[in-house]
């Protein structure tokens, strides 16, 4: 083997080990701030700041928090284990920050799981306590997107965003005459009447049905409940006339008083500057910290979550017998997709 040869095979072999050796360090880096932050006591990290628009030399801020894709605890975050801790994290810090005078919250989701929908509005309803929070509606905030904007200050929406959906979607499958068909027969043992509940296998007893829309009917008068009372509508207009789970656009969301303006995102940093009480500012986003997770999803090629694959079918993992604050009509073909 001649010299050239042996030195680039060195060099290879040198990469390679620098390579193992940072991975290496940047997963004990890792576990050490995870022990660090293990007690009850944990406080909360401060992320770093990127200037987004503005006054760059202000110290007042305006924070940039994105709230985007299915909402769901599953969902993988960029500053935490979940998308919804995701938020809660920036919202917190936003909130202890003095020089924040508002928060400008873009939405870019169909809505997701009722639980976590309920979380984030918690989140954003607490924050609005505190400071002026600003909802900005990109390309789509329906359903539990919706629902988590009813936390905020005030509404802003693009004539062209698609809102609304207010309502809940259960899905399961019956698979009884395709076993049937090929000749299997399930064998279910339970403990009460109920306990196999949405069984794919078997057709759903009336009273079950009885059961599971009272369910549903539950978490839809809290949603629609929810809306009456922040954006003051009387409860059964809006229960006949816009809460049927309908698609609006941002002007007919506007004529609906769902919203409380049309316009773009430079006219929803001026609203928080004035709800702010500041003349000027600076608009920034916070920077998730370093996660191994993350790292290594990028390296081995895991889903983009990209804005484009937002109204994607594949997105869109409805789990069998679990509610939702979600607008599936933007998923079906023809739908909203250009």
């Known amino acids: 083997m001649n010299s050239g040869k042996r030195t680039g095979c060195a060099t290879v072999f040198f990469i390679v080990l620098l390579v193992i050796s940072l991975l290496l360090n940047f997963f004990f880096w890792n576990a050490l701030q995870m022990r660090k932050g293990a007690g009850p006591e944990m406080k909360a990290p401060e992320f ?34 979940s998308m919804v801790e995701d938020i809660e994290l920036q919202l917190r810090q936003a909130r202890e920050d003095r020089k924040v005078k508002a928060v400008l919250l873009a939405i870019n989701s169909p809505g997701g799981e009722v639980d976590a929908s309920d979380v984030l509005y918690h989140a954003i309803e607490r924050t609005r306590r505190v400071k002026p929070i600003v909802v900005y509606m990109e390309s789509v905030a329906a359903s539990g997107g919706y629902y988590a904007a009813m936390g905020a200050s005030y509404l802003l929406a693009n004539d062209l965003s698609l809102t609304g959906s207010i309502g809940v979607v259960l899905q399961t499958f019956n698979v009884k005459d395709l076993l049937d068909k090929i000749g299997v027969k399930a064998l279910t043992l339970k403990s009460g009447k109920l306990k196999d509940l949405l069984n794919p296998t078997r057709e759903m007893t009336p009273e079950e049905q009885a059961y599971v829309q009272g369910l549903i009917n539950e978490s839809y008068d809290r949603f629609v409940g929810i809306v009456a009372r922040e954006r003051h509508l009387d409860l059964n207009e809006l229960k006949t006339h816009w809460a049927d789970g309908r698609i609006l656009s941002g002007s007919m969301a506007l004529q609906a008083k769902l919203v409380d303006q049309l316009g773009y995102f430079e006219d929803a940093v001026e609203k928080c500057k004035e709800l702010g009480k500041v003349k000027t500012s600076r608009v920034v986003r916070y920077v998730p910290p370093f996660r191994l997770a993350a790292l290594v999803r990028g390296l081995f090629g895991a889903e983009t979550r990209a804005k484009g694959a937002l109204l994607s079918p594949g997105r869109l993992p409805l789990i069998s017998g679990r509610l939702y604050y979600l607008a599936p009509t933007l998923f079906g073909s023809g739908g909203f997709l250009p």
């Not at 987004?52 to 284990?81: H, M, T, Y």
């Open 48 to 81: 770093p700041e990127e200037y987004v628009a503005g006054d760059a030399d202000r110290d007042q801020k305006i924070v940039l928090v994105r709230l985007q894709g299915l909402i769901a605890r599953e969902e993988p975050g960029q500053f935490s284990e």
